[in-house]
């Protein structure tokens, strides 16, 4: 047996992703909501929208360039968790801090930026605990084929297949939570 064949690449998980696949929107609907979407999140209509969204305000790395992105969130304890695997997070590495705008309100939040298959299993794993698999699965944006929830090295296999991270905001300490308890 070849080398590669026996064991996955150094920092890639040795299991099959094929159980565990991303359900998202297609990218040219969100493309062409997204206009609408953060204008509605960042005015007094923000209450049209549903009550998981949230637009984070990022700066480019290099050119300075503002970007308003809606994303939606998991909330888990004091937490609220994002997940892409778009390529606009790498404006995050290295950064403490993000601006955010929660329920209509502009405010500076804590950021962890986490692109570590294993670890964002185990996030994912504690949503399926907290939510149930059929919740988490619609707010992670992940299905299984089966149907049912997946073990935590499925997890890990497609979150280094997809090239998921895991965005995770808390509130300053002394500052109010981000969301009302649910």
């Known amino acids: 047996m070849p080398a590669s064949a026996s064991r996955p690449p150094a920092g890639r998980v040795d299991t099959e992703p094929t159980e565990v696949q ?3 929107p297609p990218q040219a609907l969100v493309d062409a909501l997204n206009p609408l979407v953060r204008w509605l999140a960042t005015s007094h209509f923000h209450g049209l929208l549903d009550d998981s969204l949230v637009v984070l ?3 480019g790395r290099r050119t300075g360039r503002r970007y308003d992105i809606p994303v939606g ?3 888990l ?10 390529r606009w997070r790498t404006n995050l590495r290295g950064r403490h801090h993000v601006d955010v705008t929660v329920g ?10 986490d692109e ?8 994912y794993a504690k949503a399926i605990d907290v939510y149930g698999w059929r919740e988490a699965s619609r707010r992670l944006g992940l299905r299984t084929r089966s149907g049912e929830a997946p073990s935590r090295g499925q997890l890990a296999a497609a979150a280094d ?22």
């Open 22 to 24: 991303r359900r998202t």
């Open 57 to 59: 305000h990022v700066s």
């Open 73 to 75: 969130y998991l909330r």
């Open 77 to 86: 304890g004091d937490r609220l968790l994002v997940t892409t695997q778009h």
């Open 104 to 113: 209509g309100v502009r405010r500076t939040v804590g950021l962890r930026l």
């Open 116 to 123: 570590s298959p294993v670890s964002i299993a185990a996030t």
């Open 161 to 182: 297949a997809y090239g998921l991270a895991v965005l995770e905001l808390t509130a300053a300490p002394g500052e109010p939570a981000l969301v009302a308890a649910t």
